[in-house]
């Protein structure tokens, strides 16, 4: 997943962003969202997009708060967007105008809601929890605490989506993830947006999601670090409150510095964004023609007007780029 971030009248290619979906691709710019999928029934790439929210608070100037919101916008958008896109891909037909809305009665909501009860206490446990536990069970103190904790979590994260890669429907997500970078990076370089150019573009991305947890990790060292330093207290309770109060802030840092590491990618500093590339081994695979006609599909409905929704099935052949964007005022 890349990032996004405040836009103007005419789009920065740099802002472009998106992630990889069940059967599609996800891509996001600072004002609309495109989904496209391929719909089981018929396997025509159908898509649909929505407007975006443009934050006007001078707040969203400050570099730490625009990492939070980055985040919250990212996790709305991305629900919303696995929504849509599960509904194009299973629907019966990919010309139907209007798919059926399915209400939930008071109990399915309340399975959902305890759903992401305990998905939340899960990763609290696998992610905050055991690391701590590990860390402290080695008989680790001090600074060798807080790296091995940063880095048995980060193991951990790694470590479990390279399972999951092992199943063949996430193989398929690792490829869509792998054309979603191809495609905006063919984007960003100006070229025509159509699978066969976007095949010509590395599947590695500098502000990628999983580049974004290895940034995490580093900054979750001085951050822990310092309040370690601080308050001197090494109980488990004290260690785990704070990985959890504390969450936002190593988020807005770990952003802010992805950003700076992704602009420095093509010059002699980009080493900083070494890692996190070499993480996307695990989490992209090289994707095909029918990948990367979806990502583009999806890119371009990212990138049509912002009047409302539209759904149509779509060709992936139309030659699109930058300076078609530019011409059509953004």
Known sequence: MTDSAPSTDVLPVELVGGNALPGGVMMRTARRVGVAVRNEATGEIVSEGFDLDRPTGRWMRLPLARGVYAMRVALLTGK???EIGDRLRWAESADEDDAPEITLGWFAKTLVVLGA??????????????????AKGIGLTGAWFIVADAGIRLALLLGTL?????????????????AEHQTIAAFEAGAPLTAAAAAGYTRFHPRCGTSFLVVSSVVSVGVYGVVLWATGNFSY???????????????????????????LSNGPWRFLSSPGMWAQHLTTRAPGAAELEVAVVALREALEG????????????????????????G
């Open 80 to 82: 919303r967007a696995m």
């Open 162 to 178: 390279l399972v999951m890669s092992m199943f063949r429907p996430f193989r398929g997500i690792l490829s869509y993830h792998g």
């Open 117 to 134: 009860i305990v998905g939340i206490v899960l990763e609290i446990a696998a992610f905050r929890v055991v690391p701590i536990v590990i």
């Open 237 to 263: 309770i004290a260690l785990i409150l704070t990985r959890i109060v504390l969450a936002p802030v190593v988020t807005a840092v770990a952003f802010e510095l992805q950003r700076q590491a992704a602009r």
């Open 306 to 329: 912002h009047g409302g929704i539209a759904r149509h099935v779509a060709s992936p052949a139309q030659d699109f780029s930058l300076a078609d964007l530019s011409s059509a005022g």
